[in-house]
């Protein structure tokens, strides 16, 4: 009877393969988490998009926006018709409450904004704050 060779991969072989996932895995990375940081910003954005839709339709309810944001969600208000947000009031993408002040600067009715990774007003980068127009 004759036997068949089985023939497997030899350590160095397999070495080989190991160090071309690991270039490229090196090349692919780098772009990859430089999304991560736009698409947390372009998150915050749109969070702050639907804020703004609860805050004017709260304003047409009750006559003013609101003194908190955790007021779009219960009230002791008589002309409160709420919830305006669906759910609980969800953090930025840092996971830090949004930045709400009623009365706004600069003459505006309100400031909305996200203070980035770090949480602090300022900041560059990761660290730089998103305010809603």
Known sequence: MMQK?????????????????????????P???????????????????????????????????????EELRKSDKPTWDGPYLPKDLPLDPWGNPYAYKKPGEDGKAYFLASYGKDGQPGGEGDNEDIVHK
């Open 5 to 29: 060779n089985k023939r497997g991969f030899t350590l160095i072989e397999l070495l080989i393969v190991i160090v071309i996932i690991g270039l490229l895995a090196s090349l692919v990375a």
């Open 31 to 69: 772009a990859m988490f430089s999304k991560v940081s736009s698409s947390q910003k372009k998150t915050a954005a749109a969070q702050m998009q639907m804020f703004e839709t609860a805050l004017d339709t709260y304003r047409l309810d009750n006559g003013d926006y609101p003194d908190t944001l």
